[in-house]
């Protein structure tokens, strides 16, 4: 059953690469998300048993990611066909102009689907070694993604991926084996069992070394915190979101790295349950704030509006760092956050894909107008910014206000100070940026000339010139409506059942709500 | 078998500081093989009272991997890649070897907490594996080519493997997963990507890849 979850998108992708016709990729890549999905949803329903001596586990916290993952990628996947349909052999460079070619469709449908069944394996895996393994296997899969267009700066882009996340991931096997010395007890009868699944650490926390299980910790929040994008770990995040495809860079954002926060917040769940918890949650608010603070410095002045988005991502990894770290009420908050968090940056990743193909520049000055020239798309990206930035009546709203909420009630009011300057400051930043995008005439791509000099222009050329309304393909368009209505339902109601999931799941991590 | 331990460990940090002392790319490819085979031996003497199948197979593995098969792809790597056959590090290479020294020293005062009751073993493997580590990360942050990033990071698996198979051998699967994945993997899909490198940027300096920053 568990299995069956990894299995499915496995086979679907070995069955892809062995395809030769583009549409019948896109038709396996449909055919495999829609029947993710639907296990799914079995799994939150049934609440399978583990199997494998405990090396496959789904529980509570676990279901809460893997549904994420599952759902924002069954949205990936409608926008995808849309994406792939439109692709040409040969395009030409947004920034500066040269013709690139692009690798062959069904690979790239083909590795979408083994990091799908990598990042599966990451929710269900009850190990920490087979945690581990999953971990580095979303990095062999999804570096063929970012560098699916083939030119000098995805390049880089990959190159950098590969090297940063590799380090980290073997820092993280360095605590893994870190946390094998704490488990150990030099009992040689019981060889062949297994210290390092999650329930032997759990029923066991009492008895591990001290010493050995806190230098475990710090390995593993630094090698997985490379992956997540925690600053300052986080140098090959705004590379690789801004260089690979944006339907990549949605996936990454919003389950590869909630992914990486899983790994964490397992070990986080050991210290707990060891009495080390407030270690362990000292660390966390340390990255998260270093994390607010870094996203707020570069996100003043980014002009570039996919690295914009890709900084929001390390902004709202510290913000769950942050409220993971301060337990009790932001503990919740902090999941409820997770779930807002991958619903509405994948749904703004979708919009930058589509803002990118109508204006073929990631410049953000040189694009006014979007409510005129996208009628769709423009709309939703002005939503999409405020659901981000946590304005009601979005799902965002309600989680950061319970993270600061818990903040306040622990009695770190410096903490929650910080916090709240970080937000605003983000807000602004994001704002100006967002805010000159949507309105405007059209298309007035004017960033140097003087004000005089664009009037003229503008008069001159009033209607025969004037960029038309695109009309959008379906494609792309559902994925970021539904996304859009996910968020805003979130704000408004939440489900009874998704309530107490993730309660569940806040319980499980160690923090109690 | 402690002595011979010991012999081991200093073998080690005499590899080390070599990696670091050295100019010549191949002096760098031959030293990351050299330590691989001195690796190799550790859990055979570590652990030579109960020497289990399970154990001389990973010896075995690691060391056909990483001191024979690697080395070679590395070395056929840099031949086509054509270039300089130099290190180009950022840093000079006396300097290199006096930050290696004092992460020597590091790795002693880190290591210093982390006793371990029982168990007879030399008490240098722990530093010993520390240091190697931070060797690797000091090769890869300092010099300029894909391919010496690449050799850094195989030294700082090696520490990662010394520690694994010293101490945490009992943990059933845990050590096969590292050597396995982490090597093969990494390592193929690394080379892929630096034989894309060269194609595209006709050289293999990662300080020219800069084009992304802020």
Same mark, same amino acid.
């Given at each position: 059953?568990?299995?069956?979850?990894?299995?499915?998108?496995?086979?679907?992708?070995?069955?892809?690469?062995?395809?030769?016709?583009?549409?019948?990729?896109?038709?396996?890549?449909?055919?495999?998300?829609?029947?993710?999905?639907?296990?799914?949803?079995?799994?939150?329903?049934?609440?399978?048993?583990?199997?494998?001596?405990?090396?496959?586990?789904?529980?509570?916290?676990?279901?809460?990611?893997?549904?994420?993952?599952?759902?924002?990628?069954?949205?990936?996947?409608?926008?995808?066909?849309?994406?792939?349909?439109?692709?040409?052999?040969?395009?030409?460079?947004?920034?500066?102009?040269?013709?690139?070619?692009?690798?062959?469709?069904?690979?790239?449908?083909?590795?979408?689907?083994?990091?799908?069944?990598?990042?599966?394996?990451?929710?269900?895996?009850?190990?920490?070694?087979?945690?581990?393994?999953?971990?580095?296997?979303?990095?062999?899969?999804?570096?063929?993604?970012?560098?699916?267009?083939?030119?000098?700066?995805?390049?880089?882009?990959?190159?950098?991926?590969?090297?940063?996340?590799?380090?980290?991931?073997?820092?993280?096997?360095?605590?893994?084996?870190?946390?094998?010395?704490?488990?150990?007890?030099?009992?040689?009868?019981?060889?062949?069992?297994?210290?390092?699944?999650?329930?032997?650490?759990?029923?066991?926390?009492?008895?591990?070394?001290?010493?050995?299980?806190?230098?475990?910790?710090?390995?593993?929040?630094?090698?997985?915190?490379?992956?997540?994008?925690?600053?300052?770990?986080?140098?090959?995040?705004?590379?690789?979101?801004?260089?690979?495809?944006?339907?990549?860079?949605?996936?990454?954002?919003?389950?590869?790295?909630?992914?990486?926060?899983?790994?964490?917040?397992?070990?986080?769940?050991?210290?707990?349950?060891?009495?080390?918890?407030?270690?362990?949650?000292?660390?966390?608010?340390?990255?998260?704030?270093?994390?607010?603070?870094?996203?707020?410095?570069?996100?003043?002045?980014?002009?570039?509006?996919?690295?914009?988005?890709?900084?929001?991502?390390?902004?709202?990894?510290?913000?769950?760092?942050?409220?993971?770290?301060?337990?009790?009420?932001?503990?919740?908050?902090?999941?409820?956050?997770?779930?807002?968090?991958?619903?509405?940056?994948?749904?703004?990743?979708?919009?930058?894909?589509?803002?990118?193909?109508?204006?073929?520049?990631?410049?953000?000055?040189?694009?006014?107008?979007?409510?005129?020239?996208?009628?769709?798309?423009?709309?939703?990206?002005?939503?999409?910014?405020?659901?981000?930035?946590?304005?009601?009546?979005?799902?965002?709203?309600?989680?950061?206000?319970?993270?600061?909420?818990?903040?306040?009630?622990?009695?770190?009011?410096?903490?929650?100070?910080?916090?709240?300057?970080?937000?605003?400051?983000?807000?602004?930043?994001?704002?100006?940026?967002?805010?000159?995008?949507?309105?405007?005439?059209?298309?007035?791509?004017?960033?140097?000339?003087?004000?005089?000099?664009?009037?003229?222009?503008?008069?001159?050329?009033?209607?025969?010139?004037?960029?038309?309304?695109?009309?959008?393909?379906?494609?792309?368009?559902?994925?970021?409506?539904?996304?859009?209505?996910?968020?805003?339902?979130?704000?408004?109601?939440?489900?009874?059942?998704?309530?107490?999931?993730?309660?569940?799941?806040?319980?499980?991590?160690?923090?109690?709500? | 078998?402690?002595?011979?331990?010991?012999?081991?460990?200093? @073998?080690?940090?005499?590899?080390?500081?070599?990696?670091?002392?050295?100019?010549?790319?191949?002096?760098?490819?031959?030293?990351?093989?050299?330590?691989?085979?001195? @690796?190799?031996?550790?859990?055979?003497?570590?652990?030579?009272?109960?020497?289990?199948?399970?154990?001389?197979?990973?010896?075995?593995?690691?060391?056909?991997?990483?001191?024979?098969?690697?080395?070679?792809?590395?070395?056929?790597?840099?031949?086509?890649?054509?270039?300089?056959?130099?290190?180009?590090?950022?840093?000079?290479?006396?300097?290199?070897?006096?930050?290696?020294?004092?992460?020597?020293?590091?790795?002693?005062?880190?290591?210093?907490?982390?006793?371990?009751?029982?168990?007879?073993?030399?008490?240098?493997?722990?530093?010993?594996?520390?240091?190697?580590?931070?060797?690797? @990360?000091?090769?890869?942050?300092?010099?300029?080519?894909?391919?010496?990033?690449?050799?850094?990071?195989?030294?700082?698996?090696?520490?990662?493997?010394?520690?694994?198979?010293?101490?945490?051998?009992?943990?059933?699967? @845990?050590?096969?997963?590292?050597?396995?994945?982490?090597?093969?993997?990494?390592?193929?899909?690394?080379?892929?990507?630096?034989?894309?490198?060269?194609?595209?940027?006709?050289?293999?300096?990662?300080?020219?890849?800069?084009?992304?920053?802020?």
């Amino acid at each position: 059953m568990i299995a069956a979850l990894v299995l499915v998108p496995t086979l679907a992708a070995l069955v892809s690469f062995a395809l030769r016709r583009p549409w019948a990729a896109r038709a396996v890549l449909l055919a495999a998300a829609i029947a993710h999905t639907g296990l799914t949803a079995w799994a939150c329903v049934v609440g399978p048993a583990p199997s494998m001596e405990g090396w496959l586990a789904l529980d509570a916290t676990g279901l809460v990611f893997l549904s994420l993952i599952s759902v924002l990628f069954l949205a990936c996947a409608v926008y995808t066909v849309g994406y792939l349909r439109h692709q040409v052999s040969q395009m030409a460079d947004t920034q500066e102009g040269f013709l690139f070619s692009h690798g062959r469709q069904a690979t790239f449908v083909g590795c979408l689907l083994l990091f799908l069944a990598a990042m599966t394996l990451v929710t269900v895996a009850g190990h920490l070694g087979l945690i581990w393994v999953a971990i580095e296997a979303t990095t062999l899969a999804s570096a063929p993604l970012i560098y699916f267009h083939r030119h000098h700066r995805s390049l880089e882009a990959t190159w950098k991926y590969l090297l940063i996340c590799s380090v980290g991931i073997a820092v993280a096997m360095l605590g893994n084996f870190f946390l094998a010395v704490a488990a150990a007890r030099g009992d040689s009868a019981q060889v062949h069992t297994s210290h390092l699944t999650l329930s032997s650490l759990l029923n066991s926390a009492g008895q591990l070394d001290k010493t050995w299980l806190k230098a475990a910790f710090i390995l593993l929040l630094v090698g997985y915190g490379t992956k997540m994008g925690l600053a300052p770990m986080h140098t090959w995040l705004p590379d690789a979101h801004s260089e690979a495809p944006s339907v990549v860079s949605a996936l990454l954002s919003g389950a590869l790295l909630n992914c990486a926060l899983l790994a964490i917040l397992r070990v986080h769940s050991v210290l707990v349950a060891a009495g080390e918890g407030a270690f362990s949650s000292q660390l966390l608010v340390i990255l998260g704030l270093t994390s607010l603070a870094v996203a707020a410095v570069f996100m003043v002045g980014q002009m570039d509006f996919k690295r914009m988005l890709a900084y929001s991502s390390v902004e709202h990894m510290g913000i769950l760092a942050l409220g993971v770290g301060i337990g009790g009420a932001a503990g919740y908050g902090a999941m409820l956050h997770a779930v807002n968090h991958s619903m509405a940056k994948g749904m703004l990743f979708l919009l930058a894909g589509n803002v990118l193909a109508a204006c073929r520049t990631k410049h953000s000055p040189q694009i006014t107008g979007l409510v005129s020239l996208l009628p769709v798309t423009g709309p939703l990206w002005l939503v999409g910014f405020l659901a981000i930035a946590g304005s009601p009546p979005f799902g965002t709203f309600m989680s950061e206000f319970m993270i600061l909420r818990g903040a306040l009630d622990s009695g770190r009011g410096w903490v929650a100070a910080f916090y709240l300057v970080a937000l605003g400051v983000i807000f602004v930043a994001m704002g100006r940026v967002v805010l000159a995008m949507t309105y405007g005439r059209a298309g007035a791509a004017t960033p140097s000339e003087s004000e005089a000099v664009s009037v003229a222009i503008a008069l001159s050329a009033e209607a025969p010139t004037a960029p038309k309304r695109i009309r959008e393909q379906l494609w792309s368009i559902a994925s970021p409506l539904a996304l859009a209505a996910c968020v805003l339902m979130l704000g408004l109601w939440q489900p009874p059942p998704l309530q107490n999931l993730l309660r569940a799941a806040a319980q499980a991590v160690g923090v109690r709500p | 078998m402690e002595p011979w331990l010991d012999v081991i460990a200093v @073998l080690l940090i005499l590899a080390n500081l070599r990696l670091l002392g050295t100019s010549r790319l191949s002096v760098c490819i031959q030293t990351v093989a050299a330590q691989a085979l001195l @690796l190799g031996a550790v859990p055979l003497l570590m652990h030579a009272d109960e020497l289990s199948a399970r154990l001389i197979a990973i010896a075995a593995v690691y060391t056909v991997i990483k001191a024979i098969v690697l080395p070679w792809l590395l070395r056929r790597a840099a031949r086509e890649l054509g270039g300089t056959r130099e290190v180009e590090p950022f840093i000079g290479l006396t300097l290199s070897l006096l930050v290696g020294m004092g992460l020597f020293g590091v790795s002693l005062f880190l290591a210093g907490p982390l006793k371990r009751a029982g168990q007879g073993h030399s008490g240098l493997l722990i530093p010993v594996a520390l240091f190697t580590i931070m060797v690797g @990360l000091l090769v890869i942050i300092s010099r300029k080519k894909a391919i010496t990033q690449v050799v850094g990071y195989l030294v700082m698996e090696n520490g990662i493997y010394v520690f694994g198979v010293a101490f945490a051998v009992q943990e059933p699967l @845990l050590v096969e997963m590292g050597v396995l994945l982490d090597v093969l993997a990494a390592v193929f899909v690394m080379g892929l990507t630096i034989y894309h490198i060269s194609r595209e940027f006709d050289h293999i300096d990662t300080d020219r890849l800069s084009t992304l920053k802020d």
